[in-house]
Nanobody, 122 residues
Framework: QVQLVESGGGSVQAGGSLRLSCAAS??????MGWFRQAPGKEREFVAA????????YYGDFVKGRFTISRDNAKNTTYLQMNSLKPEDTAVYYC?????????????????WGPGTQVTVSS
């Protein structure tokens, strides 16, 4: 089992940037993903990265604004978010996928962090 904890959320104006971090409690070989959930909406896939960091996969809405990366020496996965929009406001979650695939559906992920709030004002 692994515990995940997100950090780096906060409030920012439209057009600004934030970098989210997801710290794992131990070294893992899991693929990692980021999801988000806005009030009244379903949890939405944002991005995923392989354990080696050699492949990434993004949700359709990202359109080059977000970048997922990881530092396995620090057991940490990152989500750099640029050109933020008010519609990016949500709780952002990181999650670990035990498979070797890059997947976008929530059921594929075995472990989840508690989430971090991102608020973008216009």
């Amino acid at each position: 089992q692994v515990q995940l904890v997100e950090s780096g959320g906060g409030s920012v104006q439209a057009g600004g940037s934030l970098r989210l971090s997801c710290a794992a409690s131990r070294r893992t070989t899991y693929n990692m993903g980021w999801f988000r959930q806005a009030p009244g909406k379903e949890r939405e896939f944002v991005a995923a990265i392989t354990w080696a960091g050699d492949r990434t996969y993004y949700g359709d809405f990202v359109k080059g604004r977000f970048t997922i990366s990881r530092d396995n020496a620090k057991n940490t996965t990152y989500l750099q978010m640029n050109s933020l929009k008010p519609e990016d406001t949500a709780v952002y979650y990181c999650a670990a996928d035990l498979s070797a695939l890059l997947r976008r559906f929530t059921g594929a992920y075995a472990y989840w962090g508690p989430g971090t709030q991102v608020t973008v004002s216009s």
